[in-house]
């Protein structure tokens, strides 16, 4: 069986990054055995197949703050129309399609938008690919995509997409 060097430089890097969370020792002799260290763990770990890669990382971080972000500004508009009573609601059911077509990214664009109170999702139709959302306040028609699904599921793809 071939190994994967990329599974091998992830898995090494994972472990270097413990070894140096463990020990606090910026030590030449540190850093040495603990790459050295590293390097044996991954090798033997290898064959328990891929591990996320360390690049993934950056795009972990922007959708955590995509979404943090996202949240803030709807909590605010929220409390903003509830206490401001010349505000209307102007609340109503849209049906958004995804392009996704995997179970996994669909599900993980309902959940992640339904964190943010403007958009709750209520049902799916995986044969359409479309989810159905209710929306504190409702996108025009053209711009629903790229107002609820588009943003999300462009950041989910870089964070599940190809280790090219």
């Given at each position: 069986?071939?190994?994967?060097?990329?599974?091998?430089?992830?898995?090494?890097?994972?472990?270097?990054?413990?070894?140096?969370?463990?020990?606090?020792?910026?030590?030449?002799?540190?850093?040495?055995?603990?790459?050295?260290?590293?390097?044996?763990?991954?090798?033997?770990?290898?064959?328990?197949?891929?591990?996320?890669?360390?690049?993934?990382?950056?795009?972990?971080?922007?959708?955590?703050?995509?979404?943090?972000?996202?949240?803030?500004?709807?909590?605010?508009?929220l409390?903003?129309?509830?206490?401001?009573?010349?505000?209307?609601?102007?609340?109503?059911?849209?049906?958004?399609?995804?392009?996704?077509?995997?179970?996994?990214?669909?599900?993980?664009?309902?959940?992640?938008?339904?964190?943010i109170?403007?958009?709750?999702?209520?049902?799916?139709?995986?044969?359409?690919?479309?989810l159905?959302?209710?929306?504190?306040?409702?996108?025009?028609?053209?711009?629903?995509?790229?107002?609820?699904?588009?943003?999300?599921?462009?950041?989910?793809?870089?964070?599940?997409?190809?280790?090219?």
């Open positions: 069986m071939a190994v994967n060097w990329r599974t091998v430089g992830a898995l090494t890097f994972w472990c270097f990054v413990a070894w140096l969370a463990l020990t606090a020792l910026l030590t030449v002799e540190s850093v040495l055995a603990g790459l050295g260290v590293s390097l044996l763990v991954a090798w033997s770990l290898v064959r328990l197949g891929p591990v996320v890669r360390p690049w993934r990382v950056v795009s972990m971080v922007r959708l955590t703050a995509f979404v943090a972000y996202q949240v803030l500004l709807a909590n605010i508009s409390a903003r129309r509830i206490w401001t009573p010349s505000l209307p609601l102007e609340t109503g059911m849209v049906i958004v399609p995804t392009r996704f077509g995997d179970e996994s990214r669909v599900a993980a664009v309902g959940i992640v938008s339904s964190l109170v403007d958009n709750q999702i209520v049902d799916l139709d995986r044969s359409r690919h479309q159905v959302y209710h929306c504190i306040a409702v996108p025009a028609e053209g711009h629903r995509y790229d107002e609820i699904n588009g943003p999300l599921e462009r950041r989910i793809t870089a964070l599940a997409g190809g280790d090219g």
